[in-house]
T-cell receptor, first 117, second 112 residues
Framework: DQQVKQNSPSLSVQEGRISILNCDYT??????FLWYKKYPAEGPTFLIS?????DKNEDGRFTVFLNKSAKHLSLHIVPSQPGDSAVYFC????????????????FGQGTRLTINP | NAGVTQTPKFQVLKTGQSMTLQCAQD?????MYWYRQDPGMGLRLIYY???????DKGEVPNGYNVSRLNKREFSLRLESAAPSQTSVYFC???????????FGDGTRLSIL
């Protein structure tokens, strides 16, 4: 049972345009969400996070939106650059687990983003 | 600045052999984690150590054991490797449960 789903395995976007990566979750206990970026032969690197008390969080070119009622989050990258070509994973966890001292992330399958010049 | 270092980077085993994957971090982090990533799937948590001296099961612990040797090192052991354990294994660490995890570059393990 896939609790975090990224239904688009790949996405191709022109340089300078907006990239929108989507993520859906089924577990209503999830209330803290993260996005990671992964280049080939490297480990994932943290990009941005959001908790359920907010519906938007921005960091430079990256913005994450959370729609709790739809159990959906999205990552917007504006403007897209060639260096953004990578696999993007969303991950989720209950905040209560974090408060209890653990960070047990559940990851989606990933979306491969390709930025075309 | 090494961050999280995993050894080896690649390994081929025969079914039934044992193997220990090593992970060390130099960021003085309290928490450490082991994940596996299979094709078309996200990372799945195998075991984690919230602090030195503690370990707990994650989502897919069967067939694995872990040791938090000290604050820096967290090893993953396969006692009797099976083809289903062919995967890429990632180690990660975080300052605590509130901070993002930092990942190593992975160990690609093939079991024949």
């Amino acid at each position: 049972d896939q609790q975090v789903k990224q239904n688009s395995p790949s996405l191709s976007v022109q340089e300078g345009r907006i990239s929108i990566l989507n993520c859906d979750y089924t577990n209503s206990m999830f209330d803290y969400f993260l996005w990671y970026k992964k280049y080939p032969a490297e480990g994932p690197t943290f990009l941005i996070s959001i908790s359920s008390i907010k519906d938007k969080n921005e960091d430079g070119r990256f913005t994450v939106f959370l729609n709790k009622s739809a159990k959906h989050l999205s990552l917007h990258i504006v403007p897209s650059q060639p260096g953004d070509s990578a696999v993007y994973f969303c991950a989720a966890t209950p905040i209560i687990i974090i408060i209890q001292g653990a960070q047990k992330l559940v990851f989606g399958q990933g979306t491969r983003l390709t930025i075309n010049p | 600045n090494a961050g999280v270092t995993q050894t080896p980077k690649f390994q081929v085993l025969k079914t039934g052999q044992s193997m220990t994957l090593q992970c060390a971090q130099d960021m003085n982090h309290n928490s450490m984690y082991w994940y596996r990533q299979d094709p078309g799937m996200g990372l799945r948590l195998i075991y984690y150590s919230a602090s030195e001296g503690t370990t707990d099961k994650g989502e897919v612990p069967n067939g694995y054991n872990v040791s938090r040797l000290n604050k820096r090192e967290f090893s993953l052991r396969l006692e009797s490797a099976a083809p289903s354990q062919t995967s890429v294994y990632f180690c990660a660490s975080s300052q605590d449960s509130y901070q993002p995890q930092h990942f190593g570059d992975g160990t690609r393990l093939s079991i024949l």
